[in-house]
């Protein structure tokens, strides 16, 4: 078969939808469960295969075998319907993600690791990624359930609530870019020199938090909430079609973690892409760099969830639309102002990158004395003795 | 001493008077929950009933509670006991004195070594039995490593609750370790039967001391690390300050008692105000709280696991050799009288009434659970939260379902 870019394309979709669900299934949900075990002083899945590595088919052997109920009352349509919805989304937008530069092939230059390196490609990862919050309303609607109704409820207004600041922190991104093209957003940080991070930290910060709000995550897992709504909209599922929420999250999870990569970490570049003394960091292919960033923030991940307890639903909401939207609008006008004041139309990128470092070790090292101060207050005031 | 404190008196009532008022409103909710005519739809929901539990993660046993909600705010909660009803007051009436003992453990199966110390007491009084030196301090040590242990199981569990999972590994790691020492002791982890009318069934054994004084040194920074991760959290902290305040005079009212009632500005321990066994010769402190909100109610707990640790260190110096019994009768038959005896039990006032006709089995044996009179604020303080809150509030009250229910 001459491999044409069709074939090509095809090849890459397949790939992208056997391997994600199996990395998925083998390796982080394995290095979830031991991470987490490690953070809580215990030692996690270590029975099944080597040191536990054969987790994953334990896993998957008996999601695949247990018994699929459907409740009687449920809407059985969008029962069956919601788990497709909840995973498809994410799988697809995993089709503009470039995981490493364009490779010459014989005579032709092609983006051999983006499955579709379409010109629009941060607007359809938005648009696709929104459609998988259908998923979770609808089975929480479908299961006839008050617990998954309230969490499908939560979800709604989650995730249409922390749509708007993440697509926002994103819009300043364009301005630094002038393209929507992910693969472009990466080259122009390789010409610039310059991670968008910098400049856009507090996009970034936007973004990374209203990710995690969107995949339903600790401290924002309120659609779930275990300990409130009992697993929430997927109370009444199990078997496949739960595995299918499950796949949905995580690969939502890996969708957040990619864009964050590609569009503030530079995508498959290594650090400071134009400094000659760190050239040597080439020595990591590209699709190297890719895997160890996209590995740290799927960590944060993991470190959130055993590090913080959940927000209440209202706190959310008003943590959504009181401090993030208003920050992320004049975050818009910050960067844009940057950028037209400074005649290169780059430099403005730079500037703003040493301010918003200052500020954030200023805010750090803050932080640090207030926690010290905070704590020696703390014990000051605790009764030492009867005699108080 | 404490039969003529008017507080308890009152409290008694009280007990009675809604243990019944809770089950005619449980029947009359059970009544009134209409049969869903209408198929799921999201449109004509405007009032819930939510079931909540008493197969529920969060209800920290068989607690069932019928919530009517509007949308996720609570418009009315009505607790559900009695799943767990064995039947324990009217056992004892069957049991000889001594036998009475094993029962007290499957009350608050939690902290068993102070259940089985109120009891104890409460026939000791009957018995006018004065207790061994050494028992009395080996008694406050059980005591107070059941409170640690016990305060341990809510800090983990009612941080699971709002979600954050990992404190509840730390808790527990210095629970096993302090279950590892009753088991030395007594044989037992959870029902210990670790105490007998007249003082102790054992001594303690070789090394023990030793081993406990290395752990209870160590205590205050594993105490840190939880605090580390909670007490300055921004999130622990918006989903606990101002969450189910109750005032000082409510608690009263209510016959609340323990760290809730502390933790509403009102210093209140039977350690300091009755002290029994040798609580009046050790120097501890009591925290308390002004605001009476959760997060209070957080920092009084865990205060009072240092305090606990600095009493059981202190008791550990005072120890000296010496007999752990009692000179008590071989068939223990009280004179015909009526008695109350309470200690501060890790979830506040855990008292014993016994009512004896001179035989060798009691009349009547009341108990005052601390759990259950304190369970009847639930549905004052969940009034107008949100669902999260509810769960947040179960674990802030610290219920245990086998003292509720008995």
Same mark, same amino acid.
């Given at each position: 078969m001459k491999l044409t870019p069709a074939v090509l394309t095809y090849l890459k979709v397949l790939i992208l939808v056997a391997v994600v669900p199996a990395i998925v299934g083998f390796v982080i949900v394995l290095a979830e469960r031991r991470l987490m075990g490690f953070m809580q002083v215990r030692l996690g899945p270590n029975r099944v295969g080597p040191k536990g590595l054969l987790q994953g088919v334990a896993d998957l052997v008996k999601l695949v075998t247990k018994e699929d109920i459907t409740p009687a009352q449920a809407e059985k349509a969008v029962y069956f319907l919601a788990p497709v919805l909840a995973v498809i989304p994410s799988l697809t937008a995993l089709a503009v993600i470039p995981f490493g530069p364009a490779v010459q092939i014989g005579k032709i230059k092609t983006p051999l690791w983006v499955a579709a390196d379409v010109n629009i490609g941060l607007l359809f990862l938005l648009a696709i990624t929104s459609i998988g919050v259908y998923g979770i309303i609808l089975g929480g609607w479908a299961s006839n359930n008050k617990y998954s109704l309230l969490g499908g409820l939560r979800s709604a207004a989650q995730l249409v609530s922390y749509e708007v600041p993440m697509g926002l922190a994103l819009v300043s991104v364009l301005l630094m870019t002038r393209s929507l093209s992910m693969v472009e957003i990466v080259e122009r940080q390789g010409r610039l020199g310059l991670w968008f991070v910098f400049p856009g930290l507090l996009a970034f910060f936007l973004y990374f938090v209203s990710g995690v709000a969107e995949t339903n995550r600790n401290p924002f897992d309120l659609p779930e909430a275990e300990s409130e709504l009992v697993s929430g909209f997927n109370t009444e599922y199990s078997g496949v079609k739960f595995a299918f929420f499950f796949l949905g999250e995580y690969a939502a999870m890996i969708v957040i973690s990619c864009v964050a990569v590609t569009v503030f970490f530079g995508g498959w570049l290594p650090p400071f892409p134009s400094v000659a003394a760190l050239k040597f960091l080439g020595v990591i292919p590209p699709f190297g760099w890719f895997l160890i960033k996209t590995g740290f923030f799927l960590f944060c991940y993991i470190w959130f969830r055993s590090t913080f307890p959940r927000y209440r639903f209202d706190q959310l909401m008003a943590l959504g639309w009181k401090w993030m939207i208003p920050i992320a609008l004049a975050n818009i006008v910050i960067v844009a102002l940057a950028i037209l004041a400074t005649p290169g139309r780059s430099h403005g990128l730079f500037v703003l990158s040493y301010i918003f470092g200052g500020l954030f070790v200023l805010m750090y090292l803050l932080a640090k004395l207030r926690q010290r101060l905070t704590r020696r207050e703390r014990l000051a005031a605790a009764p030492a003795s009867a005699s108080e | 001493?404490?039969?003529?404190?008017?507080?308890?008196?009152?409290?008694?009532?009280?007990?009675?008077?809604?243990?019944?008022?809770?089950?005619?409103?449980?029947?009359?909710?059970?009544?009134?929950?209409?049969?869903?005519?209408?198929?799921? $739809?999201?449109?004509?929901?405007?009032?819930?009933?939510?079931?909540?539990?008493? /197969?529920?993660?969060?209800?920290?046993?068989? @607690?069932?509670?019928?919530?009517?909600?509007? +949308?996720?705010?609570?418009?009315? $909660?009505?607790?559900?006991?009695?799943?767990?009803?064995?039947?324990?007051?009217?056992?004892?009436?069957?049991?000889?004195?001594?036998? +009475?003992?094993?029962?007290?453990?499957? @009350?608050?199966?939690?902290?068993?070594? $102070?259940?089985?110390?109120?009891?104890? @007491?409460?026939?000791?009084?009957?018995?006018?039995?004065?207790?061994?030196?050494?028992? /009395?301090?080996?008694?406050?040590? @059980?005591?107070?490593? /059941?409170?640690?242990?016990?305060?341990?199981?809510?800090?983990? $569990?009612?941080?699971?609750?709002? +979600?954050?999972?990992?404190?509840?590994?730390?808790?527990?790691?210095?629970?096993e370790q302090i279950l590892d020492f009753f088991e030395e002791y007594c044989g037992a982890r959870l029902t210990l039967n670790c105490m007998r009318i007249g003082g102790l069934p054992f001594d303690l054994t070789a090394g023990w001391i030793e081993r406990l004084t290395e752990f209870i040194d160590d205590l205050p920074s594993r105490i840190d690390d939880y605090e580390q991760l909670l007490t300055e959290n921004r999130i622990w902290k918006k989903r606990t300050v101002d969450v189910g305040v109750i005032s000082g005079e409510e608690c009263i009212e209510w016959g609340v008692t323990g760290p809730v009632l502390r933790a509403s500005g009102v210093e209140w321990d039977l350690r300091r105000a009755q002290p029994y066994e040798c609580y009046d010769e050790l120097d501890f402190a009591i925290p308390t709280r002004v605001n009476g909100d959760t997060y209070d109610r957080y920092v009084v707990r865990v205060q009072e696991m240092r305090q606990s640790a600095r009493i059981i260190k202190q008791c550990l110096d005072l120890l000296e050799p010496g007999e752990v019994r009692g000179k008590v009768p071989r068939v223990i038959k009280p004179l015909a009288e009526e008695v109350y005896a309470s200690i501060e039990s890790p979830k506040g006032e855990l008292g014993f009434y016994c009512v004896s006709n001179g035989t060798n089995r009691p009349y009547r044996m009341h108990v005052r659970p601390p759990s259950f009179i304190n369970l009847q604020a639930l549905p004052r303080l969940a009034k107008g939260h949100l669902v999260s809150d509810l769960v947040a509030l179960i674990g802030t009250i610290d219920i245990v379902l086998g003292e509720v229910d008995r």
């Open positions: - | 001493m404490s039969d003529e404190r008017p507080i308890s008196e009152t409290e008694k009532g009280l007990a009675l008077r809604t243990a019944e008022e809770l089950r005619t409103a449980a029947l009359s909710a059970a009544e009134s929950v209409p049969v869903s005519l209408h198929p799921p $739809t999201l449109f004509d929901v405007q009032e819930m009933e939510l079931n909540f539990g008493p /197969q529920h993660p969060s209800t920290h046993g068989v @607690l069932r509670l019928v919530v009517r909600v509007d +949308g996720e705010k609570i418009i009315e $909660t009505k607790p559900d006991i009695g799943y767990l009803h064995r039947g324990t007051e009217k056992l004892f009436e069957t049991e000889t004195y001594p036998m +009475g003992i094993p029962h007290t453990d499957r @009350l608050d199966y939690v902290a068993a070594a $102070t259940n089985n110390h109120a009891y104890c @007491l409460t026939v000791e009084k009957l018995l006018g039995v004065e207790i061994p030196r050494r028992a /009395q301090l080996v008694r406050v040590i @059980l005591d107070e490593l /059941q409170r640690l242990s016990s305060h341990l199981v809510w800090l983990g $569990t009612s941080g699971i609750d709002l +979600g954050a999972v990992t404190p509840f590994w730390y808790a527990f790691r210095e629970r």
